[in-house]
């Protein structure tokens, strides 16, 4: 497999671990204590968010959780445009390996 391959396949598994983390968050949205928790583009792993003006929030009113759900729909988008960009790169490497087999063919 190609290196832009790998890349890419990697790109999409983090863009997918980023829309199950979003879809946890907002699941948990009204229950006592949640944290939300962020997928670390660059390497995978989840975090969870604190610091945030939502999050002191949220420590403020007991019980409740530090899910905002705008900052939610953000982060999906964000996702989304990760998921794409690498399927782009992914129809790219397709289209350039393609056009080699047809030169050697």
Not at 12 to 31: D, H, K, S, W
Not at 37 to 58: H, P, Q
Request: glycine fraction near 10%.
């Amino acid at each position: 497999m190609s290196a832009i391959l790998g890349t890419a396949l990697s790109g999409l598994e983090r863009a997918t671990l980023g829309v199950q983390a979003v879809a946890g968050n907002i699941a948990n949205l009204n229950t006592p204590g949640y944290r939300s928790v962020r997928v670390d583009n660059g390497t995978g792993k989840v975090e969870y968010r604190s610091g945030t003006a939502v999050a002191e929030a949220a420590e403020n009113e007991l019980g409740s959780s530090d899910v905002d759900v705008a900052t939610e729909l953000i982060e999906l988008k964000r996702q989304q445009h990760a998921y794409e960009a690498n399927a782009a790169l992914i129809e790219f490497e397709d289209r350039r390996l393609g056009t080699l087999l047809d030169l050697i063919g």
